[in-house]
């Protein structure tokens, strides 16, 4: 079994970003086009698939950090605000948009709540993301030779 701490984040996400929007019980929103990341942004997102690269991320940390809510997402999707000629200052994330990324994943049957103590990996979402993860290190692997010892 690969380990998805193993593989590099950037790739494994967007071959979990491309999987998951081949999925057709998935819906990109409407809102999606005008929403930004949190009140430590000026501006929406210029890539247009931000959403299925969401929720594949947000997928992943509740694979790694689980189980964990909502506030502690939105803390790890947050950032600074510019406040002038005053010290920056830390911002959460949406907790909107962290909020409609588990329950997409939840009824999807990847997340599930674990009583109080928050959201953590269901065995559909463990056993996706491992597929995943060794599909992206193969892949990386006939590049680079010395990766082969991962899978």
Known sequence: MTDPRKVPPDALLSALAEKLKLDDRIKEPEWTK??????????????????????????????????????RLSEEYGGKVDRGSK??????GSRFIVRHMLQTLESLGYVRKDGTKGRVISPQGQSLIDKVSREVLQKLAEKEPSLAKYI
């Open 34 to 71: 005008y929403l930004k990341a949190g009140i430590h942004r000026e501006r929406p997102w210029q890539n247009d698939d931000w959403y299925y690269v969401r929720l594949a991320s947000t997928l992943r940390k509740v694979y790694l950090n689980g189980p964990v809510g909502i506030s």
């Open 87 to 92: 010290r920056y200052h830390p911002a959460k």
